[in-house]
């Protein structure tokens, strides 16, 4: 069955680097996601991307943080200077044209340090 | 916006004991979908019933959009199950946005 993947499943990086994550969606889908859960709270959404542009983002989606397809088939999140307060759970989905329904990664965990 | 409120925040119950979690959401919506997260972090999508009942082995849920709530059934609870259940919707026309609840943190115990 195919699925969404991410990795690395684990990164530690240094406060004020910049990180990359990435997403390989499912090959047919066309909407892409990003969610961030911060450890002991609800997953929140990031943004959201369709025909190579974002379509929406939330407050939390500052100049930081930008999203990338850069192959057609990766789907990537940087963020430019991490923060302490980025470290979370990331996670990637996506979805096909006329369904509703996400499929989401296994997720990236940052540490900020 | 929409809210999603789950209930109950936390459960615990003995090995073999059935549950039932909730779910009620303030608008409609096109897209519900319940998720267990694991001790580990991961996601593992378990419903995707924004209508109807559907049944999965020892999981069911149901969802009555008309009246805005959800409810998610564990039969039979092993050790397992643990985690955290969160419920997820997607009101109309949002672009696939999903809205997750504050989750249900269950324990089951030997």
């Known amino acids: 069955e195919p699925e969404v993947t991410q990795t690395p499943s684990h990164q530690v990086t240094q406060m004020g680097q910049e990180v990359i994550l990435r997403c390989v969606p499912i090959?047919?889908?066309?909407?892409f996601y990003w969610y961030r859960q911060i450890l002991g709270q609800k997953v929140e959404f990031l943004v959201s991307?369709?025909?190579?542009?974002?379509?929406?983002k939330s407050e939390i989606f500052d100049d930081q943080f930008s999203v990338e397809r850069p192959d057609g088939s990766n789907f990537t999140l940087k963020i430019r200077s991490t923060k302490l307060e980025d470290s979370a759970m990331y996670f990637c989905?996506?979805?096909?044209?006329?369904?509703?329904?996400?499929?989401f990664g296994q997720g990236t965990r940052l540490t900020v340090v | 916006g929409i809210q999603v409120e789950q209930s109950p925040p936390d459960l615990i119950l003995q090995e073999g004991a059935n549950s039932t979690l909730r779910c009620n959401f303030s608008?409609?919506?096109?897209?519900l979908q319940w998720f267990h997260q694991n001790p580990w972090g991961q996601l593992i999508n378990l419903f995707y019933?924004?209508?109807g009942t559907k049944q999965n082995g020892r999981l069911s849920a149901t969802t009555v959009a008309t009246e805005r709530y959800s409810l998610l059934y564990i039969s039979s609870s092993q050790t397992t199950d643990s985690g955290v259940y969160f419920c997820?919707?997607?009101?109309?026309?949002?672009?696939?946005?999903?809205?997750f609840g504050q989750g249900t943190e269950l324990s089951v115990k030997p």
């Open positions: 989905a996506s979805r096909p044209q006329g369904v509703t329904e996400a499929f």
């Open positions: 090959s047919n889908h066309l909407y």
């Open positions: 991307f369709y025909n190579n542009e974002i379509s929406e």
């Open positions: 608008d409609s919506v096109n897209n």
């Open positions: 019933i924004p209508s």
């Open positions: 997820a919707v997607e009101r109309y026309n949002q672009g696939g946005k999903l809205i």
